[in-house]
């Protein structure tokens, strides 16, 4: 009786898994692009390249979770950021794929003085093009807000403190824009 159930739902688990992975593909790929707070709007944007994973919940509501470095160590800091998005594919096209998204993350900065923690909520639109042998390539506008959770106790001195080595996550509204390409299985 406890066999009979168990090959049930191994059974059950199989044929759930098979039409999950058949309906929902997975993707994977990496971008490159630039983002700035609006608190040093003055300045240059920062660099963003990143990585990610997207799993297909239904056909057209994917899961993405993206793993992004901010600004390059030359600076002497190095800040990243992990998020986690709901993605919407619009339109039935099966090449041209119009996007919505929003998510939430975390944020670490490593600065020479300490580390620096927050949080941020984004969303966005894009367009992604999909080949038919699984290529993807694609452009994401990002909007979203970031707070700093906790900061270094004492900030160094402005004699003593290398003037390259700015913070590159600040507490306020972000934009980013990036293109990626990867491999949709």
């Given amino acids: 009786m406890v066999r009979l159930a168990s090959l049930r739902l191994i059974g059950a688990v199989l044929a759930?898994?098979?039409?999950?992975?058949?309906?929902?593909?997975?993707?994977?790929g990496?971008?490159?692009?630039?983002?700035?707070?609006?608190?040093?709007?003055?300045?240059d944007p920062n660099s963003a390249l990143s990585v990610f994973g997207r799993f297909g919940l239904t056909s057209r509501l994917s899961a993405e979770?993206?793993?992004t470095k901010v600004g390059d160590d030359n600076t002497g800091t190095s800040a990243r950021t992990v998020t986690g998005f709901a993605v919407f594919d619009l339109g039935?096209?099966?090449?041209?794929?119009?996007q919505i998204f929003a998510g939430a993350g975390i944020d670490r900065e490593q600065l020479s003085y300490g580390?620096?923690?927050?949080?941020?909520?984004?969303?966005?639109?894009?367009?992604?093009?999909?080949?038919?042998?699984?290529?993807?390539?694609?452009?994401r506008l990002h909007l979203g807000g970031r707070s700093i959770d906790s900061q270094p106790l004492v900030e160094p001195l402005a004699c003593c403190v290398d003037l390259y080595s700015?913070?590159?996550?600040?507490?306020?509204?972000?934009?980013t824009l990036d293109a990626y390409a990867g491999i949709r299985f």
Avoid: C
């Avoid at 759930?16 to 994977?28: C, G, K, L, R, Y």
């Avoid at 580390?115 to 452009?139: C, P, Q, T």
């Avoid at 700015?166 to 934009?175: E, G, I, V």
């Fill in 16 to 28: 759930m898994s098979t039409a999950v992975s058949f309906a929902s593909p997975i993707t994977v």
């Fill in 30 to 43: 990496a971008s490159v692009g630039i983002t700035q707070d609006e608190v040093n709007t003055g300045q």
């Fill in 65 to 67: 979770l993206d793993i």
């Fill in 92 to 98: 039935a096209n099966p090449h041209w794929v119009p």
């Fill in 115 to 139: 580390e620096s923690d927050g949080h941020h909520f984004e969303g966005g639109l894009g367009l992604e093009y999909r080949a038919n042998g699984g290529f993807v390539i694609g452009a």
């Fill in 166 to 175: 700015n913070a590159k996550l600040d507490a306020s509204q972000f934009r």
